[in-house]
């Protein structure tokens, strides 16, 4: 079982979000660059795994894309994978300022 969450922003960048929540939970998200997903930033490990990341991706002919078609309006996605509810990480991630929790799906 996995347990997903899709926080969006309009509020902050990419970059800040990353240092945002580095700060409130203690980590280091590393910038990594993908053909598909453009820059994002992750902190990967066994229990959790937490990627911030711009809605907009670098589409095929210079059209770009969005990530998350459903939720234009936000311009940066943090997304978080837990093999369980994490809910300390829910309040810490619910109770930052300009973050809001956009979809949640256990699989």
């Known amino acids: 079982m996995s347990d997903h969450h899709t926080y969006g922003t309009s509020t902050h960048t990419a970059d800040e979000l990353a240092r945002l929540v580095g700060d409130r939970l203690r980590l280091v998200f590393t910038e990594r660059d993908s053909y598909y997903r453009g820059i994002y930033h992750l902190v990967g490990s066994p229990n959790r795994r937490i990627e911030i990341q711009t809605n907009l991706i670098p589409g095929d002919e210079?059209?770009?894309?969005?990530?998350?078609p459903e939720h234009p309006s936000a311009q940066v996605l943090l997304l978080t994978t837990t093999p369980i509810p994490d809910p300390a990480l829910r309040a810490c991630l619910d109770s930052?300022?300009?973050?809001?929790?956009?979809?949640?799906?256990t699989v």
């Open 96 to 105: 930052l300022e300009g973050l809001i929790h956009l979809h949640h799906e």
């Open 62 to 68: 210079g059209e770009d894309d969005l990530y998350a």
